[in-house]
């Protein structure tokens, strides 16, 4: 089955900085990638994703690259500010004919202001 | 407009009793998935479920089961409770059985003592 490792888990950053989390992944059968927020005591909440058609994707502050041939995708986030204070998990959807994702460890990121 | 909505948000319950979660999805969600995450990892697979059916199951003993009904809403039950069994347990709706996002609910913080 899949196997998602995630890397760092735990980072701190000064307001305004960039952070990047990065993922990889080992079933190369895996098509969909989402990048999860979760707060202290919050649900997880879907904050960017990214499918196995395209290298690149932007919201605003947040990008998510993918390289199929690495197995490899990051999170980065710019001028970071206090608020983006969470854990955040990547996960991958293995072809399994259902809908099952396999979860990172997580990366606790710390914006000090 | 009601995101996922989950019930009840905390539990406590004695090893060997059972225990019954429930989940309503977004409205318009035809599937729901259930995951289990321990303090400080990434949620796991339970189970999902779409049009009623069990579509795909995860690496979890027997004791855990679940049903989704007419209304798309669904159950997760837990039978002779372990302490192991303590964990955050988020449950997740989407459009369809796969390639559409997961949007998940706020848990049910569940602790066996």
């Known amino acids: 089955g899949e196997n998602v490792e995630q890397h760092p888990s735990t980072l701190s950053v000064q307001e305004g900085d960039s952070a990047v989390i990065k993922c990889t992944y080992s079933d190369s059968a895996s098509n969909y990638f989402p990048w999860y927020k979760q707060e202290l005591g919050k649900r997880p909440q879907l904050i960017i994703d990214?499918?196995?058609?395209?290298g690149e994707k932007k919201d605003q502050r947040i990008a998510v690259t993918l390289n199929k041939t690495a197995k490899h995708f990051s999170l980065h986030i710019t001028e970071t500010q206090p608020e983006d204070s969470a854990v955040y998990f990547c996960?991958?959807?293995?072809?399994?004919?259902?809908?099952?994702?396999?979860f990172g460890t997580g990366t606790r990121l710390l914006v000090s202001p | 407009d009601a995101g996922v909505t989950q019930s009840p948000t905390h539990l406590i319950k004695t090893r060997g009793q059972q225990v019954t979660l429930r989940c309503s999805p977004i409205s318009g969600h035809k599937s729901v998935s259930w995951y289990q995450q321990v303090l400080g990892q990434g949620p796991q697979f339970i189970f999902q479920y779409y049009e009623k059916e069990e579509r795909g199951r995860g690496n979890f003993p027997d004791r855990f089961s679940a049903r989704q009904f007419p209304n798309y809403s669904s159950e997760l039950n837990v039978n002779a409770l372990l302490l192991g069994d303590s964990a955050l347990y988020l449950c997740?709706?989407?459009?369809?059985?796969?390639?559409?996002?997961?949007?998940f609910g706020q848990g049910t913080r569940l602790t066996v003592v």
């Open positions: 997740a709706s989407s459009l369809w059985d796969r390639d559409t996002e997961a949007f």
């Open positions: 990214i499918r196995s058609n395209v």
């Open positions: 996960a991958a959807r293995e072809d399994t004919g259902f809908q099952k994702l396999v």
